[in-house]
């Protein structure tokens, strides 16, 4: 869907490994800085052996990171895997076994656990509302509500759990919301207008009314977001829904209700709380030795 250089969308998005080497670097930089001081209270050449678990149940995401994190301080570093990324795990499962430079172990570990906790608490919650769509039509939707710095990395995790991207940003797609439609002077001037702009790029149009969505069906987009609809305007819009236009929701879609919105037929359905309200799984390092 995107054509940004550092996204890769092959399987379930696998990251390029230039996206994953630019966030670890930021992430070691900003934790060491000139030197970890509390490592260096190790032999330089103690090696370490650790255990990574999980406490909670989950959607493991975020290996690459991890590892890259380690090897970055340590490339010989070894480390093994007991579970393949997008596996769910139970809670109390180990994850994977470390055997690296002890210091460089002891550097990277809270970053490395960082990736992995955050991505995978990502990947899990999307798998918790792709779960309540089985059997419709209707597929789980990111948004652009990412940590800073991190977009590429959660919208990943997106994907590891079952969901489906929306644009990655403001460059390959055409989004137009409110103030759009009125800097531009209307809804089929701005849907023109995109058209006109970016005839290769997906044009979507949000609406809050059925008025505004007639229009849109008049303008002809690609997609028409339906945000914060009441029931029965959502069933008029059903209804009156055009061919070869996807419609999409938005707006508070909580998990208890998808039920009921997939039974609608929507297309899609947009989730800013996927990498918005961002929880991170509960894991443990737990080192065996250090010699």
Known sequence: ?????????????????????????????EDIGPGDLSAQLVSADARGEAEL????????????????????????????WDCAEGSRVSAGSRLCSISANARALLSAERSAMNFLQTLSGT???????VARTAGTRTRILDTRKTLPGLRHAQKYAVRVGGG?????????????????????????TAIARARALAPDC???????????????????????????LSPA???????????????????????????????????YISVGAL?????????SLRWKTAS
């Open 53 to 80: 678990w999980t406490r909670e149940d989950l959607v493991l995401a975020g290996q690459a990171w991890f590892e890259a994190c380690i090897r970055a301080l340590d490339p010989d570093a070894n480390i093994v």
């Open 202 to 228: 997906m044009v979507e149009i949000e609406v809050e009314s059925l008025d505004e969505y007639r229009q849109a069906i008049t303008a002809r987009p690609d997609r028409i977001m339906l945000d914060e």
């Open 275 to 283: 990498t918005k309200h961002v929880r991170a799984i509960d894991l």
């Open 164 to 188: 489906v991207n929306h644009r990655m940003g403001l460059y390959d797609a055409v989004l137009i919301k409110e103030n759009h439609i009125l800097a531009a002077g209307g809804i089929a």
């Open 233 to 267: 305007e959502l069933r008029q819009a059903l209804d009156e829904r055009a061919p070869g236009i996807e419609l999409e929701l938005s707006g508070g879609i909580e998990r208890e209700r998808l039920g009921e919105l997939c039974a609608l037929g929507v297309d």
């Open 123 to 129: 990947a899990t919650v999307t798998a918790q509302y």
């Open 1 to 29: 869907m995107s054509n940004d250089p550092y996204f890769n969308p092959i399987a379930i998005g696998a990251p390029s490994a230039e996206m994953v080497a630019a966030d670890v670097a930021r992430a070691l930089a």
